[in-house]
Nanobody, 131 residues
Framework: QVQLVESGGGLVQAGGSLRLSCAASGRTFSSYAMGWFRQAPGKEREFVAGIRRGGAGTYYADSVKGRFTISRDNAKNTVYLQMNSLKPEDTAIYYC????????????????????????WGQGTQVTVSS
């Protein structure tokens, strides 16, 4: 069992930055690949970024590539999402999630977006970007 708690959301002007954190409970954090998703009002939850267990492999949605950076600190049981050059369309609730997919499946970008493959989810943190 893993419990995930996001923090760091808030209100920021377009062009600004935020850093989200996701703290995990339990001793098995390093056994999970981690993903960030977001959900805007009236839209489906979408994949934003993912990171493999050891942190060497990262994956991004095209909409955030070059602006967002995912990282993790397994010693602190925490995954981060650094968000720069924020746009109003980035406004959403951001969720972190834990994935126990095999190394083979994690090599494929399409796999990261499969919400059903994530066993644990946080409660979300609101990010609002004003224009």
């Amino acid at each position: 069992q893993v419990q995930l708690v996001e923090s760091g959301g808030g209100l920021v002007q377009a062009g600004g930055s935020l850093r989200l954190s996701c703290a995990a409970s339990g001793r098995t954090f390093s056994s999970y690949a981690m993903g960030w998703f977001r959900q805007a009002p009236g839209k489906e939850r979408e994949f934003v970024a993912g990171i493999r267990r050891g942190g060497a492999g990262t994956y991004y949605a095209d909409s955030v590539k070059g602006r967002f950076t995912i990282s993790r600190d397994n010693a602190k049981n925490t995954v981060y999402l650094q968000m720069n050059s924020l746009k109003p369309e980035d406004t959403a609730i951001y969720y972190c999630a834990a994935n126990q997919g095999t190394s083979y499946r994690l090599e494929h970008m399409d796999y990261w977006g499969l919400r059903d493959e994530y066993a644990y989810w946080g409660q979300g943190t609101q990010v609002t970007v004003s224009s």
